[in-house]
């Protein structure tokens, strides 16, 4: 017999439909399989889906590309939290906790902007890559300042927020990296902090227009360089997408962003 499955569509970070970055939310009745939540994604074709299952006093949370499976992602977290308190499944006041694959993850309603508790992940500067990073950014090499590595990839600062905006990187070449994904990031001196964008062929995405899970490794690397502790970043890509960052340098960073819902629908499933 059919079931009927809740889908919504959230474009997340932004308060505007149309920018941001989407996600598809879908609220489980019963666990799925692995494969048949991956086909969901494929077919969704968005840069992550999110699947919601009552667990405990939460839910439980995971989030699939259309071609893999992710262990963390900030932006369809924000997505789910917005769908929670949006169709009444949590109130206002209560915070929204998931089990994930990174650990519980906090989320909380602040007027009309969600705060998400995420883990921290530290960069290591290397010095050996830069001629190859350059390469496959198609950037001169003096327009690299340092580059780092991750557990989500590489982290390029580059020379100013325009060569972040412009940079048209040859995502073939990127593939063939150690670890095929880049964050390229620069300081900003007009309405924000820093900026940045995240390209990720290993995951299946050319570039994920806004990316919680990436401003995870920026709070440090800008806290380090800007001495201070709360950012307004801005994500650069097409669709574009503003990101508050708070982070002390304890073992968390507190990553906060808007979001709208754009689709409701029902999914069939046996």
């Not at 399989?33 to 992550?48: F, I, P, R």
């Not at 590489?154 to 994904?181: C, H, R, W």
């Not at 801005?234 to 754009?262: C, E, H, L, M, W």
Request: charged share 20%; with cysteine.
């Amino acid at each position: 017999m059919n079931q009927m499955i809740k889908i919504t569509q959230v474009d997340a970070f932004t308060n505007i439909p149309f920018q941001g970055n989407p996600a598809a939310v879908c609220l489980l009745n019963t666990a799925k399989t692995d494969d048949w939540m991956q086909k969901v994604a494929q077919e969704m074709n968005l840069s992550e889906t999110a699947f919601l299952l009552r667990e405990n006093d939460g839910f439980r949370l995971r989030w699939f590309t259309p071609s893999v499976e992710v262990p963390l992602c900030g932006h369809a977290t924000l997505a789910s939290s917005h769908v929670l308190w949006l169709q009444g499944y949590l109130k206002p006041d209560e915070i929204a906790k998931f089990y994930t694959k990174s650990g519980i993850l906090i989320a909380k309603l602040q007027d009309d902007w969600i705060e998400l508790d995420f883990p921290v992940n530290y960069s290591q500067v290397i010095i050996d890559s830069t001629e190859i990073i350059a390469e496959v950014l198609d950037v001169e090499l003096t327009s690299i300042q340092s580059v780092a590595i991750n557990s989500l990839g590489y982290l390029v600062e580059l020379k100013s927020a325009d060569l972040v905006t412009n940079t048209k990187p040859n995502f073939q070449k990127m593939k063939n990296l150690t670890i095929g994904n880049v964050i390229v990031t620069s300081i900003c001196y007009h309405d924000y902090d820093f900026v940045s964008r995240f390209f990720a062929p290993e995951l299946g995405i050319d570039e994920d227009p806004v990316t919680g899970a990436a401003h995870c490794c920026l709070a440090p690397f800008w806290r380090d360089k800007l001495k201070k502790d709360e950012f307004l970043a801005y994500q650069a890509s097409t669709r574009g997408g503003v990101v508050k960052v708070r982070y002390n340098g304890g073992d968390r960073v507190i990553i906060s962003g808007q979001a709208v819902t754009v689709m409701q629908g029902e999914l069939f499933s046996n």
